[in-house]
């Protein structure tokens, strides 16, 4: 299959048609190039497309195998369907019109029989990466290895307990490594996929904590070795594929970045579903990523309220973006991140053009939840009440106990000569539906 006999009934790039656009298959907000704050919506967005989920999962689940019958996943020369699976992937960058990718080693290339083999079809399909991209509009927000899917992997990569494991997984990083640089990716992802447990009866977590820092670290070197100037992200998820992983929410990875001295050069990517799954919000995990400094990039999905696990849908759901568009804003925007669409079409969804229409619904949902949350932060509608909520804060008293100059028997004595604070309200439901005047 080449890009020319396309696998997609679309025929042309996805464009804005507005508000009141007829075509099934048309942008309503995502308007790539209003200028919003100063700066492209695409620029803001920085929507990316990944390679896993859309090429690679054949729509099998616990109970069922291959729904899709992708042409690109049948066949006996690997390398061919693989540069098969390159074209079609392409075809949907265009026709999506997205700035950016990401692809895990084993998505875009067969595993041989041994690393060496593995990593010299890796570099050929780098080498098709880098024709097309020649020619194209998308770039590389990131890439990453798999460590994972593998039997060798069971036990973990980084923390396993077999030291050569450790070995052969620093040498599939360094190839991906290496193979993101040459294509100009912007960060390089560590998704720690088994780098946890299943019973502690056969697990000594100090020590794989030790294996893991030390894991991160050596990358951390190799990418100031060969020049790679973005940021190594690491990305919380609480369980699944074990029961515990170890890079398990953001306030877990903080911890383990600072004691391994690693907060310079390792930032975090954030995802929704694994987010929920930590038993936490969306909004939550971005915003105390934010206020720490480890925010990196986002795997924009959602998960299933009724369902416990990791479903990586496509993201539709506009009043909870809005709130994340409205922390990432105030926070300075995205930087090197983007929003990686770490999200799958239902297994149903068989037509090549459910994944167009899949990914236009899910950029349209983030275009209108961020110039939602453009417009309030615009207009101060939360963050007027917030700073009005801390203003004691800000003024004398307040700066002057942050820093440092009251003593615990200054606080007292001042509270003892009849300080009398009185209670004010938070205005939750006035906040509420304020937001909902938003979206
Ligand atoms: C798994 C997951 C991964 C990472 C990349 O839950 O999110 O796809 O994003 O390895
Ligand atoms: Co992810």
Request: proline residues 4%.
């Amino acid at each position: 299959m080449t890009a020319s006999t396309s696998f997609f009934q679309t025929p042309a790039p996805i464009a804005y048609g507005g508000a009141e656009a007829n075509s099934p298959l048309a942008f309503r907000w995502y308007d790539k190039d209003r200028i919003i704050a100063g700066k492209r919506l695409e620029d803001h967005l920085r929507f990316a497309v990944c390679y896993w989920h859309s090429f690679c999962w054949p729509g099998s689940d616990p109970f069922g195998g291959e729904t899709f019958l992708r042409p690109w996943q049948h066949g006996s020369d690997l390398m061919a369907m693989a540069r098969a699976k390159a074209d079609v992937a392409f075809e949907l960058f265009r026709l999506l019109d997205v700035p950016f990718f990401t692809f895990h080693d084993v998505d875009a290339a067969p595993e041989g029989a041994t690393l060496k083999e593995s990593v010299a079809n890796l570099n050929a399909i780098g080498d098709l990466f880098e024709q097309k991209m020649a020619s194209a509009k998308v770039r590389l927000l990131w890439g990453t290895a798999n460590l994972f899917s593998h039997r060798r992997y069971m036990a973990g990569a980084a923390t396993n307990p077999d030291p050569d494991v450790f070995t052969y997984a620093a040498g599939q990083v360094r190839a991906a490594l290496e193979v993101t640089h040459r294509l100009g990716g912007a960060n390089y992802v560590l998704w720690g996929g088994r780098e946890g447990y299943e019973t502690l009866l056969n697990t000594d977590i100090g020590r794989e904590l030790d294996q893991l820092g030390r894991f991160v670290s050596l990358v951390v070197e190799h990418k100031h070795k060969i020049g790679f100037k973005g940021p190594i992200l690491i990305e919380p998820k609480p369980k699944e594929p074990t029961k515990h992983q170890y890079d398990f929410d953001v306030a877990t990875c903080y911890g383990f970045l600072k004691r391994y001295d690693l907060l310079n050069d390792v930032k975090l990517n954030i995802e929704q579903n694994h987010a929920i799954l930590a038993g936490h919000s969306f909004q939550h995990e971005i915003a105390l990523a934010q206020a720490l400094g480890v925010f990196g990039s986002i795997d924009i999905n959602r998960g299933d309220d009724l369902l416990g696990w990791d479903t990586d849908q496509f993201a539709m759901n506009t009043s909870e973006l809005a709130l994340v568009f409205h922390e990432i804003i105030k926070g300075g925007g995205l930087a090197t991140g983007g929003l990686n669409f770490d999200a799958k079409i239902r297994r149903q969804s068989i037509d090549p053009d459910d994944l167009i229409h899949a990914h236009v619904g899910s950029m349209d949902a983030c275009a209108r939840a961020f110039l939602a949350a453009a417009d309030m932060l615009d207009a101060g509608a939360l963050t007027g009440p917030l700073a009005e909520r801390y203003a004691g804060w800000d003024g004398e008293e307040g700066k002057a106990i942050l820093a440092g100059q009251r003593s615990l028997a200054a606080l007292a004595d001042r509270a003892m000569a009849g300080l009398d604070p009185q209670p004010r309200s938070g205005r939750q439901e006035y906040l509420e539906s304020v937001v909902n005047r938003y979206l």
